[in-house]
């Protein structure tokens, strides 16, 4: 059975200058330990779609169904013991920037309310899986970007989730930095089985550590599968654009493309 | 010494008469820091929220405090209340709530502005650690909010330091008035007094702003990293 079922989901915004609708008509479903990307250019409604799975957004119609429960039919009570199990990862880190790193790792655990001592251990341990176990001491304004990113995702682990949100996670960095996020995301998607959504705009991103991959376009998804079938014969013009882009830039960068 | 009439500074108690002066402007001025700051934090807080009465409401009281002269606002409470109410309120009293009142409104409106310059995704992100409500914003809106805050409230302190110096107006002996009296008192034998009295007041106010910008300085600093 699917571990996260995304079934009929509507979003729309309304304001005074009239509706918008954000989603429309999305079903999809990914199963426990997979990584599943979410692709399309900017306003597709990507971050919208990441933000209804753990309910930072409501979704105005449909259902999400996380490991057999439906998020909507929660009480607020219910909704965070749930959410617990939901990490998320940002494109601008979040972290906190008056605690030194191992102390960002520490807060999710302190607001548990773990013991200090407890969470000092377990945190670096944390850190050490993500590599940034020497910067312990340091600050969020000493690290670099990359750096940062691996500080959030010792942070997201300290809370133990089963599912890890990547809301363009690697949209702020460099092609090499971007690579080793990566790896370590597959890393840790291997050793602690965590299931994983990726939004992203980039296709090499999904390429790289996506299972399967869904299009998004308008707030409709217009093409999903696996990833190798999605990218060997795209069967919409947007999807085909996407990774026409990525060509382009592979040509740019002076990579070889395909 | 002469030319500039600071040889009045020297007669009798008159500087210990200056220092007391400023005494009575740093006292009340404090007084209504002490209180501003966290009132104006908290309706700051509370003019970010999503109920409109509210809004309004604090939005009116703002807009009053900001338009009226302190001088007004001290002339009402000072004799508008005795007028209207009958209180018999002391000019020190009505003064310190004057600058309470103006200086929980100016407040409000940084600590309001500072807040919604903070990021949605801060909260998002604080909202995806399972943060509750009070718990985002004492661990994350509050301590980047104050940092922005700072620099502002600094500015205000000093403000309401210097503004004091229209509170003479209601009958309260603080350094401008001192400085005044002694000026009158030695308008025969010391023509220059007005001179060096006053730049001995001016002096005074820089004294005593002076080490709430370098508070200001070292905070921010310290907030830095």
């Not at chain 1, 219910?78 to 494109?91: A, N, P, S, W």
């Not at chain 1, 944390?126 to 600050?139: D, P, S």
Request: with cysteine; aromatic share 6%; net charge positive.
């Amino acid at each position: 059975m699917a571990f996260i079922e995304i079934d009929h989901l509507e979003k729309t915004f309304t304001s005074k200058s009239g509706d918008t609708e954000a989603l429309k008509d999305i079903s999809f479903s990914i199963d426990k330990g997979e990584i599943f990307g979410v692709i399309g250019l900017s306003g597709a409604g990507k971050s919208t779609l990441v933000r209804c799975i753990n309910l930072l957004e409501k979704p105005s119609g449909g259902r999400v169904i996380i490991d057999g429960k439906d998020m909507l039919a929660l009480s607020e009570r219910e909704l965070k013991i749930v959410r617990r199990d939901i990490g998320m990862i940002f494109q601008h880190f979040n972290l906190l920037m008056q605690r030194t790193v191992l102390d960002n790792v520490c807060f999710p655990m302190e607001i548990a309310g773990v013991k200090k001592k407890e969470a000092r251990v377990k945190a670096l341990t944390y850190l050490e899986q993500v590599g940034l176990a020497e910067k312990a001491a340091a600050y969020p304004a000493q690290l670099s970007g990359g750096q940062k990113q691996r500080v959030a995702i010792a942070r997201v682990l300290a809370s133990k989730p089963r599912i890890l949100l990547c809301d363009e996670a690697t949209s702020a960095l460099d092609p090499q930095t971007t690579q080793s996020i990566l790896q370590l995301l597959k890393q840790i998607n291997e050793k602690y089985s965590i299931t994983m959504v990726v939004i992203t705009h980039e296709m090499r991103v999904v390429e790289q550590i996506c299972d399967r991959v869904a299009v998004l376009e308008y707030g409709k998804i217009v093409e999903s599968g696996r990833t190798k079938d999605v990218f060997e014969s795209p069967k919409t013009e947007a999807a085909r654009r996407l990774i026409y882009t990525r060509d382009y830039n592979d040509i740019m960068s002076g990579g070889s493309g395909i | 010494m002469q030319a500039l009439g600071l040889e009045v500074l020297f007669k009798g108690t008159n500087f210990i008469r200056l220092l007391g002066g400023l005494g009575v402007a740093l006292k009340i001025s404090l007084l209504a820091v002490l209180i501003s700051i966290p009132a104006g934090i908290l309706l700051g807080t509370l003019m970010t929220a999503s109920n409109p009465v509210i809004r309004a409401i604090l939005r009116l009281y703002l807009e009053v405090m900001r338009i009226m002269p302190q001088l007004v606002l001290l002339f009402l409470v000072f004799f508008g209340t005795t007028r209207a109410l009958g209180w018999d309120l002391s000019g020190e009293t009505s003064a310190l709530i004057v600058f309470s009142l103006w200086g929980t409104a100016e407040m409000s409106d940084l600590v309001r502005g500072a807040i919604i310059s903070i990021p949605k995704h801060q909260y998002e992100s604080a909202a995806a650690l399972c943060l509750t409500l009070p718990q985002t914003y004492y661990h994350i809106i509050f301590p980047q909010a104050l940092r922005r805050l700072l620099p502002l409230s600094i500015n205000l302190i000093t403000r309401m330091i210097k503004t004091t110096s229209l509170i003479l107006m209601i009958g309260v002996v603080e350094v401008i008035k001192v400085s005044q009296q002694i000026i009158e008192a030695n308008r025969m034998s010391s023509p220059n007094a007005a001179f060096g009295v006053y730049l001995t007041v001016l002096l005074l106010y820089f004294a005593a702003c002076f080490p709430i910008s370098m508070l200001a300085r070292f905070l921010e600093k310290r907030a830095e990293i």
